[in-house]
């Protein structure tokens, strides 16, 4: 096991280690250095120059939004949802960039889920190539997978949470800490012994792949990430930097969580700095460019903003309470989206991870936290009132 003793701001000194690091409070600390306490991959950033972002840097102390019955400033939101970083980029520029409690500008930070986005605008990247395509079963590019509870599925599937697998919601979503090695545990021969094995033998369940409701399942995407290497001839991290980190523009190398098999474990494992998360919301809010150099088929990301009855029908059966303010959201490709025509979407990770492309505004919002319950329903629901009317502020 591995142990990092450290001060907080209060100088106490929390043991934080390999098994208690996903909870508070050694998650303030554990999430801004995973490869300190797991096994990571390193994303090279390459060699290239570090996209500027220019500073148009804006007074926001008078912004206060209403939520719940009761009015707060952006430091009040940012305080009650435990942020670690926020940045906001308005037309490419800075308009507020925050560190908080430690947390400093070169450091990388979990992103748990909004790894799911990262990873499908690569799949899109290797689209654009020929390499993959949304309707290619599983099966074709893993032939391993034929017979399993993976046959029949297509890539479409997996990228809209559409997958007739028997996965039991949360308490799968948990079990995936133990099973890829999130942390450290004793509960070996009673679990899958890694990320493949669960994936070769989880079994079939009543839905047909593709039909049905959303229902949020994390190991898809491994099963995606899978794939994507399989096609693009390399392991994942080294795939995700050629194709897309060191064409960014980032400042720093970013860090990809990997089971004790060497598995990627890209449906939550990508840690990346505040800034660099923000230059990838660049990315998908300029259309897949980074200056002159188109990086990512606009037709990929332009997706995500074609009203799909479908998706939405499916989305509301499957969420259990569904936000009335977004009557019109749908999840695709891997991506939140409140309201498509628009242009407003988002990637989303546990504790309180956010990537907000709002097209309306220009804007692309990124706020790194560590909330103490990892699925706290009304903080989320404070950050994405806040975020929105931040956005219609600056607009």
Not at 126 to 152: I, K, N
Not at 222 to 248: C, I, K, N, Q, Y
Not at 359 to 372: E, G, K
Not at 376 to 393: N, S, T
């Amino acid at each position: 096991m591995k142990i990092s003793p450290v001060s907080n701001a209060g100088g106490r000194v929390l043991g934080v280690t390999s098994a208690n690091w996903l909870d508070p409070p050694y998650n303030r600390w554990g999430f801004r250095h995973v490869p300190d306490l797991v096994t990571t991959a390193r994303i090279p950033r390459g060699d290239g120059p570090a996209r500027d972002l220019p500073r148009a840097e804006r007074d926001l102390d008078g912004f206060t939004f209403e939520h719940a019955g009761r009015r707060f400033t952006l430091a009040e939101m940012l305080a009650e949802t435990y942020t670690d970083g926020f940045l906001v980029l308005q037309d490419g520029a800075i308009v507020t960039e925050r560190y908080l409690d430690g947390f400093l500008q070169t450091d990388t930070h979990l992103l748990m889920s909004c790894s799911k986005s990262l990873t499908s605008v690569l799949c899109g990247v290797l689209a654009g190539r020929g390499l993959v395509a949304p309707h290619d079963p599983v099966t074709r590019h893993l032939p391993e997978l034929a017979g399993t509870a993976w046959e029949g599925c297509r890539l479409q599937d997996i990228l809209d949470m559409r997958v007739g697998i028997a996965w039991n919601g949360d308490a799968d979503e948990y079990l995936l800490d133990d099973v890829s090695d999130y942390r450290t545990h004793d509960r070996h021969g009673t679990i899958p012994a890694d990320t493949e094995t669960w994936i070769r033998t989880i079994a079939r369940g009543p839905l047909e792949h593709g039909s049905g409701p959303f229902r949020y399942c994390s190991l898809a995407i491994d099963v995606l990430g899978w794939v994507l290497a399989r096609a693009g001839g390399a392991p994942f991290p080294e795939l995700f930097s050629r194709e897309l980190w060191s064409r960014l523009g980032a400042e720093q190398d970013a860090h990809l969580m990997l089971d004790h098999s060497g598995f990627a474990l890209v449906e939550g494992g990508i840690c990346t700095s505040l800034r660099d998360l923000g230059r990838f919301g660049l990315l998908c809010l300029q259309d897949g460019r980074v200056g002159e150099a188109q990086i990512v088929p606009a037709d990929w990301l332009a997706r995500v903003r074609v009203r799909d009855p479908e998706l939405i029908g499916a989305f509301r059966a499957g969420e259990p309470d569904p936000d009335p303010t977004a009557p019109e959201a749908f999840y695709h490709d891997a991506w939140w989206v409140d309201d498509g025509p628009r242009g407003v979407f988002a990637a989303r990770g546990r504790n309180g991870q956010w990537l907000l492309i709002h097209r309306p505004s220009r804007v692309v919002m990124v706020q790194f936290s560590t909330i103490a319950d990892p699925l706290d329903p009304e903080r989320y629901a404070l950050q994405r009132a806040g975020m929105l009317a931040l956005c219609d502020h600056l607009a």
